[in-house]
């Protein structure tokens, strides 16, 4: 399938997947390890589907973690070849300059922590897209501003932080998907609202 057009023509090139809660299980206490991290079901074929309908693919997530010392970068990245390797097995095709992580602690003041757009905007750099080629995927409150503050399309799954998200309002005009496998048949099916 092709790519699917949108508001006044724009294509959408760029699909930025927030990870925990969109493609791996939550966790508020972190996810910390490769056997804490585990996929929502669909999600790694998700993510394959993306790729065979044309789309590029990025992870764009805040990983405070590693501020708080819950973990190191390198096992931060012993985590994300465990997902690389799954997408790969799955018939995907994913590196780790694909993700784009924010590792600083609230308090940090950083650009790259969402609801701040810094990820965003290196991974539209990266890919060479413009904003509008962009959506952007999550299931917080932060992800949904981090969109709005780059100018890039959002949408929520209910997955993860998604039902409190919900609850919380704010929500409107921003579509809604049961998780990641069901925005994905969306768009493949030209019905992403």
Known sequence: MGLIKRRAGAMLKLIILDRDGVINED????????????????????????QQCGYKVAIAT?????????????????IHNKM??????????FNVQNIFI???????????????PGLLIQAANYFNVDPS?????????RDILAAKAFGVKAALVTTGKGQKTLKQGGMDNI???KN??????????????
Do not use: M
């Open 62 to 78: 805040n990983q405070s973690g590693i501020a708080r010392k819950y973990l190191t970068l390198a096992e931060l990245n012993l």
């Open 180 to 193: 990641l496998y069901a925005l994905v048949n969306a768009l493949a099916e030209g019905l992403w609202n």
């Open 175 to 177: 579509p809604v998907y």
């Open 133 to 141: 080629e962009i959506l952007f995927v999550g299931d917080a409150e």
């Open 84 to 93: 690389i390797a799954a997408i790969k097995n799955a018939g995907g095709e």
């Open 102 to 116: 924010c590792p600083h602690g609230p308090g940090d003041n950083c650009a790259c922590r969402k609801p701040k």
């Open 27 to 50: 966790s508020d206490s972190y996810v910390k390890s490769c056997d804490e991290w585990r996929a929502i079901d669909g999600s790694i074929e998700a993510i394959v589907k993306l």
